[in-house]
C-alpha cells in the first residue's frame, strides 16, 4: 500500500494533465474557427451557450461533445489546471491522508483524476449535471486504470437533497458556478470591494445549493476547496452563501494572489478553504471579501511600516475593533506593548519596542497566520509573561484560535 500511494505521489500535474492530452495552448489560440467547426460536425449548437448560459447541462454537450473537443475546450485552462492541481495537492497534503474526497460540479473531473492517482486508497466522487461530461471522465478513468473514482449524474439541489456519503474529508467546488456578477443597480462587473455596496445579497437559489451541498457532505473535521472566477460582488455573494451553509473561511490555508498585466494588478490564482463551525473574523460576507482580496493592496510578505507610514495607518484604525491587547511587558519580552486591530477585513499589528519608536505590521485577514505567529512570540504562547501584564484576546479572535487549536 505504501509503494502504491508513493507511486501516485510521484505524478505531477504536468505529466498527468500531457497522458491526458491537455496541452498549454492557451485561450485565444483554442477557440479559432476550426473548433467550432469540429462542435458543429458533431451536431452541437454554439447558440446554446446564449441560450442556457456556459454552466448549463447545454453547454457540456458544445463544449465536450466529443473527447476530442472536450480536450481541446480544457487546453485553453492549461496553466490554470496546472497551478490549481497543485495547490490542490498541498492544501491536501496538510491533512491526515484523506479516505473519502467529493467534486461538485466536476465536469469531466480533471482535479478528481488527479488526486484520485495522487490518493490511490481514496474513493473520489464527481458530480455533474452534464451527463456528457461524466461520460468522458470515466472513459479516462478506465483507460488509466482509476478504479477509485466514481462519476454520478446530480445537480447541485439534488446533492444537497440526497442521500450521499456525508464523511468526505474533503469537498471540492471549482468553478462550478460563474460569480461574475454585476453589482446591484449596475451591469458593471469590473467595480472593486469598496466600490460595491454595504447591503446584504440575495442569493441564488443554484449559489446557496452548492454551498449547501458542500456543508453536507463534510465530515465534521473536513475542509472544503472553492475556486471560481467572479467579481467582486459574486465574491461577496459566495461569502454569504457560505455562512447561510455554516461554513467559516480558514484564513491559515486560503490564499489569493495577484499578477501584473499591462503594468496593472489583476486577480490570479487562489483557494478558498472553508470548514463547518470555524468561527467568522469578519464581521459579514461584505468583511470576508474585503479581507481575501487584500493582498491586492499588500503584496508579499507582511509590511512593517515607518513611523511615518504607522501614523498613516493608524488614523484608518480610529474606529476599528481591538481584539488583541497586551501592555506592562518587562523590556527582556523585547515590547512594552502589542496591539492588534481589525476593520474591513484588514489587520493592524502593532508593537511598541522598549525604548523604540512604534513598529507596525499590516496585512488582509489571509495573513492571519503570519500575524499571529509574530504575535504569539511577543506573548509566550498566549499565556500571561509576568505579574504586570496586562493582556486580552477579544472575540471573534479568542474563538478562532480555540478552533484552530483544537483541530
Request: charged letters at 25%; one cysteine or more.
Amino acid at each position: 500500500m505504501k509503494e502504491n500511494m508513493e507511486a501516485g505521489r510521484q505524478l505531477s500535474p504536468a505529466d498527468f494533465l500531457a497522458e491526458l492530452g491537455i496541452q498549454n495552448v492557451g485561450f485565444e489560440d483554442t477557440f479559432m474557427p476550426k473548433y467550432w467547426k469540429l462542435i458543429r460536425d458533431a451536431g452541437g449548437n454554439r447558440g446554446d451557450l446564449d441560450k442556457y448560459g456556459p454552466f448549463s447541462p447545454q453547454a457540456g454537450n458544445v463544449f465536450f461533445i466529443t473527447e476530442e473537443v472536450a480536450k481541446r475546450s480544457l487546453s485553453a485552462e492549461y496553466e490554470w489546471f496546472l497551478s490549481s492541481l497543485g495547490s490542490l495537492e498541498n492544501a491536501i497534503g496538510d491533512l491526515p491522508t484523506p479516505s473519502r474526497i467529493a467534486d461538485m460540479g466536476g465536469g469531466v473531473g480533471i482535479a478528481s483524476l488527479y488526486l484520485a492517482r495522487v490518493y490511490p486508497d481514496c474513493h473520489v466522487t464527481v458530480y455533474d449535471h452534464s451527463p456528457g461530461q461524466l461520460e468522458i471522465g470515466s472513459k479516462w478513468a478506465r483507460r488509466s486504470g482509476t478504479q477509485n473514482i466514481e462519476f454520478a449524474e446530480a445537480s447541485y439541489k439534488e446533492v444537497a437533497e440526497g442521500r450521499e456519503r456525508l464523511d468526505n474529508n474533503v469537498v471540492l467546488f471549482l468553478r462550478g458556478l460563474d460569480l461574475r456578477m454585476p453589482a446591484p443597480g449596475t451591469r458593471d462587473t469590473s467595480l472593486d470591494i469598496k466600490q460595491c455596496p454595504h447591503s446584504r445579497p440575495q442569493l441564488s437559489q443554484e449559489l446557496e445549493n452548492a454551498l449547501g451541498a458542500m456543508s453536507r457532505l463534510l465530515s465534521p473535521q473536513g475542509i472544503g476547496i472553492v475556486a471560481a472566477t467572479w467579481s467582486a460582488w459574486g465574491l461577496v455573494n459566495l461569502f454569504e452563501a457560505c455562512r447561510h451553509a455554516g461554513l467559516g473561511v480558514d484564513w491559515q490555508q486560503s490564499y489569493f494572489s495577484t499578477e501584473e498585466r499591462d503594468g496593472k494588478l489583476v486577480p490570479g490564482d487562489g483557494l478558498i478553504v472553508v470548514r463547518r463551525g470555524i468561527p467568522h473574523l469578519g464581521k459579514d460576507s461584505y468583511e470576508d471579501a474585503q479581507g481575501y482580496v487584500c493582498p491586492l493592496i499588500f503584496r508579499g510578505e507582511p509590511e512593517t511600516l515607518s513611523q511615518e507610514e504607522l501614523e498613516s495607518q493608524l488614523s484608518d484604525f480610529i474606529d476599528a475593533d481591538q481584539i488583541l491587547f497586551a501592555e506592562g511587558m518587562s523590556p527582556s519580552d523585547g515590547a512594552e506593548g502589542v496591539r492588534l486591530m481589525q476593520k474591513d477585513g484588514i489587520l493592524l499589528l502593532v508593537s511598541s519596542e522598549a525604548g523604540q519608536d512604534c513598529a507596525g505590521m499590516i496585512r488582509s485577514l489571509t495573513g492571519i497566520g503570519e500575524i499571529l505567529e509574530l504575535a504569539q512570540a511577543y506573548l509566550d504562547d498566549w499565556q500571561d509573561g509576568g505579574e504586570v501584564l496586562t493582556f486580552k484576546i477579544k472575540e471573534p479572535l479568542r474563538s478562532y484560535i480555540d478552533f484552530c487549536k483544537q483541530e
